[in-house]
């Protein structure tokens, strides 16, 4: 008896109740609740307007951030997430560039071969982190924590004594000021996300390239709709994802651009001054 109710047709159906009727109320400290019919509300990134309890009619209220017109579809948030987690959790990929707060996720590592790397390891456990961190990107830019994680990486022994003030800034548990800056490895450290950005891109074209190939079995119409489905979720999620690595790679070798042609202009100004006093 206890299997017949107890299996995997069961199971994925609560799974499904689960995270389509899961609400947080934010007026409840973030409580969460099974609300009936919440998941027939569709999500739109521009809506800012959430389900909440209403403490004077004890129920859940839903109040629109704008006048409807009739027949005209309500919307409502699932909450500022990117386009991955959306997919995850609601099994639907906004439309590519309408989603403000959609992010890639990328992994970042210390390298092996470095002198310092056990100084570095050691730095990064004490705030928690370890050798190798996932930061997320957004098309406006990526977070402070990446840039120090960078910082870390590129650092020469030399600077050992900033080691534990660059793990900290990427822990986001510093105490000094978040936009601290190395110019003397900042190149360096562009280049070392300039070059996981493009790693990434070249994944993600080859995946995108292989799914225009996918060999479909034709013979079953069923299997065929679903898997036709699932290959287009997953493409329209890389497609949207790789939009931001080129935005960010675009930034980056702006960046890079900048500090080197004024390198250069600094090493013309030194080389006329040097000719003019010989």
Request: charged share 25%; with cysteine.
């Amino acid at each position: 008896m206890l299997l017949q109710i107890f299996n995997i047709e069961t199971f994925n159906w609560s799974f499904g109740i689960l995270f389509s009727r899961l609400v947080r109320l934010p007026s409840m400290d973030g409580r969460v609740a099974l609300v009936p019919w919440a998941d027939m509300l569709n999500h739109n990134c521009e809506v800012e307007t959430f389900l909440d309890y209403d403490k004077s009619s004890q129920g859940i209220v839903f109040t629109t951030d704008r006048a409807y017109q009739p027949g005209e579809q309500v919307f409502i948030s699932y909450g500022r997430k990117s386009n991955g987690e959306l997919l995850l959790s609601y099994g639907f990929v906004p439309r590519e560039g309408t989603n403000p707060s959609d992010s890639v996720e990328l992994s970042f590592s210390l390298k092996k071969s470095d002198k310092c790397y056990k100084e570095k390891v050691e730095a990064l456990k004490k705030h928690g982190l370890s050798a190798s961190e996932c930061f997320p990107i957004q098309v406006t830019g990526w977070p402070l924590e990446l840039m120090a994680f960078a910082y870390l990486v590129v650092s020469p022994p030399s600077m050992s004594r900033q080691f534990g003030e660059m793990a900290a800034a990427a822990s986001n548990k510093s105490t000094s000021k978040k936009d601290m800056k190395y110019p003397e490895i900042e190149e360096e450290a562009l280049q070392f996300i300039l070059d996981s950005c493009e790693s990434s891109i070249s994944k993600y074209s080859k995946f995108l390239q292989a799914s225009g190939e996918m060999d479909l079995d034709i013979t079953n119409p069923k299997q065929l709709n679903r898997r036709v489905f699932l290959k287009q979720l997953a493409v329209d999620l890389c497609t949207s994802e790789r939009r931001i690595l080129f935005r960010s790679q675009y930034i980056l070798r702006r960046r890079l651009r900048d500090i080197r042609s004024g390198e250069l202009k600094a090493l013309n100004l030194f080389d006329g001054l040097r000719n003019l006093f010989k």
